[in-house]
């Protein structure tokens, strides 16, 4: 999913270059047409995907294999809304952790669009809900990967609205608890 990012983020890019009142499919289609390296780009992006699609395909006769095999370790596509509820319910379980990652990256792909950061919110909400479409465990590798979830935290609490101030700080302040517990007794998920 993450390879195919670059379709809304020219399109964001588009739109902030021509105005959100100026946009047209006509436009984009040609905006596009006029830059050679961005179609290149474009097209090289996902080649890393289809290679190694065409290769499960030789080796094992589907090039779908990576999608298929997630039945094997008992992961199946969910709604992540479910999910989340589910792991807030259970406080003791290390679902919980990974919950509250996604809970920071839901508030700060708010916090974006409601800047008018539609780029980097675009990037955020793919790097969340990729992660959160297959198992609820990988969020934190996504969101520590990426700078954007930080920069929309440091913006809330720079523009120093109490509310959005006071959940950055009681989701640091639970994340660092539990991290802290979980290093003490050596849990695995966090290594």
């Given at each position: 999913m993450?390879?195919?990012?670059?379709i809304?983020?020219?399109i964001v890019?588009?739109?902030?270059?021509?105005?959100e009142?100026k946009?047209?499919t006509?436009?984009?289609f040609?905006?596009v047409l006029?830059q050679p390296k961005l179609?290149?780009g474009t097209?090289i992006v996902?080649?890393?995907?289809f290679?190694?699609?065409?290769?499960l395909y030789?080796k094992?006769?589907?090039?779908l294999?990576?999608v298929?095999i997630?039945?094997a370790?008992g992961?199946y596509?969910s709604n992540?809304?479910?999910?989340?509820?589910?792991a807030?319910?259970d406080?003791?379980?290390e679902n919980?952790?990974f919950?509250i990652?996604?809970?920071?990256?839901?508030?700060?792909?708010?916090?974006?669009f409601?800047?008018?950061?539609?780029?980097?919110?675009?990037?955020?909400l793919?790097?969340?809900?990729?992660?959160l479409?297959v198992?609820?465990n990988s969020?934190?590798?996504?969101?520590?990967g990426?700078?954007?979830?930080?920069?929309?935290m440091?913006d809330?609490i720079?523009?120093?609205?109490k509310?959005?101030?006071t959940?950055?700080?009681?989701l640091?302040?639970?994340l660092?608890?539990?991290?802290y517990?979980?290093?003490?007794?050596?849990?695995?998920?966090?290594?």
């Amino acid at each position: 999913m993450l390879v195919f990012a670059i379709i809304p983020y020219i399109i964001v890019k588009y739109i902030q270059e021509k105005g959100e009142n100026k946009f047209s499919t006509k436009d984009l289609f040609f905006y596009v047409l006029k830059q050679p390296k961005l179609i290149l780009g474009t097209c090289i992006v996902p080649l890393g995907l289809f290679l190694f699609m065409l290769y499960l395909y030789l080796k094992v006769g589907d090039g779908l294999a990576f999608v298929h095999i997630q039945r094997a370790w008992g992961i199946y596509d969910s709604n992540f809304v479910i999910t989340i509820y589910r792991a807030l319910k259970d406080i003791q379980s290390e679902n919980f952790y990974f919950a509250i990652w996604s809970i920071w990256g839901i508030i700060s792909i708010y916090h974006l669009f409601k800047n008018k950061r539609y780029d980097e919110g675009i990037v955020t909400l793919i790097l969340v809900i990729t992660p959160l479409s297959v198992r609820i465990n990988s969020i934190p590798r996504y969101l520590i990967g990426s700078f954007f979830p930080v920069v929309s935290m440091c913006d809330m609490i720079e523009n120093k609205n109490k509310i959005e101030i006071t959940s950055f700080l009681a989701l640091a302040i639970i994340l660092s608890v539990i991290l802290y517990r979980n290093w003490i007794i050596a849990a695995p998920y966090l290594t």
